[in-house]
């Protein structure tokens, strides 16, 4: 028992959004790994698949920070401001919103390196983007811990749901890397797939499976 | 006035216009023939390189002359330097001599005919922004890296070089002479171009800062250090002084490299009688030209771009009026997208369909949706990747499209004007297939 009977909005508010902020986060991990494998989305254009990754990444920003706040307002229990960035500085559950502090101080790094993506260099960026699985299972980890909402009923059902997908998702990275149309062919093997005959280059013998 | 020789493979006469050197003509190649010049003689004409004996001491120079890039983007020579001398320690001077271009054979005869020049201006420039690592990066090509191993032999014995230069191979393909691509190679990598940030000039060649100059734009160095900016400001005009090499690809099938003025008429350079239908400026990455446009133009980017032309590497190619156009185009676009470095999803998809779609335009009755396509896929993939490859392609399509667009027309009623599709443009036969084939 987490020992709180005592309901207020600003806590409502704070596990809400806290929900929807999970939510998102799974959706733009999801989105990213297919960001990476140059996949679509049916029905979009091809650019859908990346603007809505970076669009999901900072509206799940914007929950967060409801959801943070709301929690640090709330006076029932003490959280304290700087727990929000510093982890593990907080009074109450200072392990679990350690975690959640964590994934916080990794998404906005995330985003915003994201926006200075022009001026870092193309390495460096890729380097700490890979951190994204990181703020996204420690989100989870948070989400699991710091309250008890998430273990039972339709939450439960969400919570199991997000981690089957990003799972699901990083096997299917893995294993769709191994198909890979080597870098120097890529161009070659697009022209493969385009008829009349006369463009292909010599020597190709039919389409590639794919062009990724 | 305007100066000519030939490809150093081919044992022509070369051609040498009458002229008192009102402008200094020809200043790179020789004044008489296209024999290559050995160390001997180029001492004779220019004496030794005028080294100032401080790092520096060229820049403004160079500014005052206004010298730009002759490798295509025209850059401003002295801000390469100040920026590669300011960058930090251990720069890397590196000569561009990979003309990946098909179109361009002027580096290769500025090396063959005037290897001393060039390698005047790698010293110079090495000076300037303190640096001893020195490096030519040059094509497989036995004969010529034979000759220039000569030329530097011959220095070697006359003391003439405080750097020892060492050459790099760069593989056939158009993006080898790539900047970043360049950096890569010579890093002992693949010529592949790289995203910048950081840019060379800050991060290049095994993480030092590199200065990469083109092997035409070194030897003009080399006479501005001895000559002063008001020699070399004598030639071309005000905004775009100087010489430069041009190659000239003419209607009837001749090829020669020449040196000219900026500002020099095109119809100086290139015959555009009534049989010639266009011309293309700048090479395949450049633009086509009506030929009436062409004969009012003079070579250079303040009259070439506001017509969506530019000046380049100086590759210009007058195409028979008995040729099809978009088929030559076709053509230049496929080499293009078999080109690309397979790293930028826009290059690798988009230019590959954009060439699908002009062998379509280029077939008897083609879909009329072939046209809008390439549109589409031009507007999606141009400012999109790592290098200009994806840029510099759709410029050069965009503009066959507008010229060459009563023969789209034509080609809508089963017509063309070129049945059999007879090729004109020169292009290489070898794809690359592998990663091999980037290094």
Redo the contacts between chains.
Sequence with gaps: MSGITHSTALWYASRATGVVSLLLLTGVTLLGVLVNR?GRLPGLP??AVTGLHRNLSLLAVAFVAVHVVTAVLDPYVTIGLTAIVIPFSSPYKPLWLGVGAISLDLVLALILTSLAR?????RLWRALHWLAYLAWGSALLHSLTSSTDLHSGVLLYLAVGCAVAVAGAVIWRIAQAGRDV???????A??D????R??R???RRGPREH?R | MTYGTTVPHQARQAQTAGGDGDAGLPRLLPVHGAVPVDLRTHRQRFGDPPYSGQAGRLIPVLKAAGLTGRGGAAFPVHRKLAAVARAGTKPVVIGNGAEGEPASDKDKSLLWISPHLVLDGLQLAAEAVGSTAVGLYLHRNPRLQERLRAAMAERAAAGVDFAGVEIFDAPPRFLAGEESALASRVSGGLARPRFKPPMVFERGVVGRPTLVHNVETLAHLALIARFGPRWFRLAGTADEPGSMLCTLHQADGRRDVVETELGTPLRSLLTLDGHVQAVLSGGYHGAWLPAADAARMTLSNGHLEPAGAFVGAGALVALPADRCGIAEAARVARYLALESAGQCGPCFNGLPRIAAAMYEIASPRPDPRAVTDMIHWAGLVEGRGACHHPDGSVRFIRSALHVFRDEITLHGQGRCVDPDRRPFLPLPRDVALSAADWS
């Design positions: 140059q091809r650019f022009g001026r870092i260099s193309r080597p870098v120097e062919e890529r161009a070659a697009t022209l797939m385009m008829a009349p006369s463009v280059p010599p020597g062009i």
